[in-house]
């Protein structure tokens, strides 16, 4: 029987803060605090929340019983640190220099690896980032844009669209790097992600305009239209960012983010909003079947996960629109904390090489 390894998880959101506690593979304790947006205003910049996390973190595990004495390591989400390939990483120095000064972009899970850090520094024991949100591994073919000045960048969910892969592979009776995926995220923002013999090789830049539409980003839009707006003068640039990262997609059209109120109204008979929710679906399903030609039809599986695969009606519309292409597998849910458990217990075991950040 192997060794048993126990371990700390900690994810922070821009609204929450997540921890888990697992033992091997099986999960002991999980909580999300959320975080009202009155309290978040309060700082200024994400590094100023770096206490008031930490203590939220110690106050969970206090008011549960949980001894930090007995963690063998702490995982943490990825940041915006520089672009690097999928896998673990020990948190270092370089790392957590680049995430304080957010050379890719400033964000609550920049908090993440310092945090964990900290924590194990104290414990004398290791920390580590799992699939980072900059997971670059693009073909060469897939980074130009159309202007040199401009080149495609991989900004998306690795962590958990590599997880819900790993789940396909086990259920087909193999290993992640055996197959061909397109796995599609759907969640606040949607990622497509063109899974190559275990690497992501396309993916869209869900941060910055890029692909479908979701319930909150817009998506690629029509470059001239944009550039008009920009110049309007109606807008300046800060609030062009927020329009259409946070203020785009569903909450654009419908006034809210939520899948589930959108799915009530369509039931309620509200035509211009299942129309607007069709329309996401037809813009996934052509983001789908623009990876299938990037593996040149060589899919063996299309995964669909994330917190909006829960609904069955918007899985339906994508899957009437992709399954001539592969098999459609669903994975409801964002399983980021087990994948980082999971990235830690890989090492631990000897079944990957812990990373080093440069």
Known sequence: MGKTYRLLVINPGSTSTKIAVFQNERQLFEKTIRHPAEEIKKYHTIYQQFDFRKEVILRILKDNGIDPDGFDAVAARGGNMKPVTGGTYRVNGPMLDDLRRGVMGQHASNLAAPLAYDMAVKLGIPSYVVDPVIVDELDDLARFSG?????????????NQRAAARQAAEELGGEYGDFNFLVTHLGGGISVGVHKRGKIVDVNNVLDGDGPFSPERAGGLPVGSLIDLCYSGKFTREEMRRKITGGGGLVAYLGTNDGREVRKRVEKGDKYAEQVY????YQISKEIAAGAAVLMGDVDAIVLTGGLAHDDMLVGWISQRVSFIAGVMVYPGEFEMS??????????RGEEEEKVYI
């Open 147 to 159: 202007l040199p000045d401009i080149q495609r960048k991989a900004k998306d969910h690795p962590l």
């Open 278 to 281: 069709r329309a996401m679906a």
């Open 339 to 348: 994948a980082l458990a999971q990235g830690v217990l890989r090492v631990f």
